[in-house]
């Protein structure tokens, strides 16, 4: 599966982006997807999880209520809704999946996913 983020960019403090995860290669249907984020400076972090049916989601709890993942498996694609950004969110983010062969569970650990996309910058400025 090869994966590529879309949507990054420069944004305000209290502005709004939406990522998105396109997959070719398989269907991304089969796998768990999640994303990542890698501050400037500081190690990569979980943000976000989803299952391949999308019935469970899971957040890293400092970023419960602004950020949403959702996903359109038709489409090949997962988001990440992010809302009420501040200049903390600045990072490369990175979209990951797990092949999870219809298991209903989603993996937030870096050491579990299979597949990577190369990342994107998103910038807040202040």
């Known amino acids: 599966v090869q994966l590529v983020e879309s949507g990054g960019g420069l944004v305000r403090a209290g502005g709004s982006l939406r990522l998105s995860c396109s997959a070719s290669g398989r269907p991304l249907s089969r796998h768990s997807t999640a994303w990542f984020r890698r501050p400037p400076g500081k190690e990569r972090e979980f943000v976000a999880a989803i299952s391949w049916a999308g019935s469970k989601t899971h957040y890293a709890d400092s970023l419960k209520g602004r950020f949403t993942i959702s996903r359109d498996n038709a489409k090949n694609t997962v988001y990440l809704q992010m809302n009420s950004l501040n200049p903390d969110d600045s990072a490369v983010y990175y979209c990951?999946?797990?092949?999870?062969?219809?298991?209903?569970?989603?993996?937030?650990?870096?050491?579990?996913?299979?597949?990577w996309g190369q990342g994107i910058q998103v910038t807040v400025s202040s």
């Open positions: 990951a999946a797990r092949n999870t062969y219809y298991s209903d569970r989603y993996y937030t650990k870096d050491d579990d996913q299979n597949y």
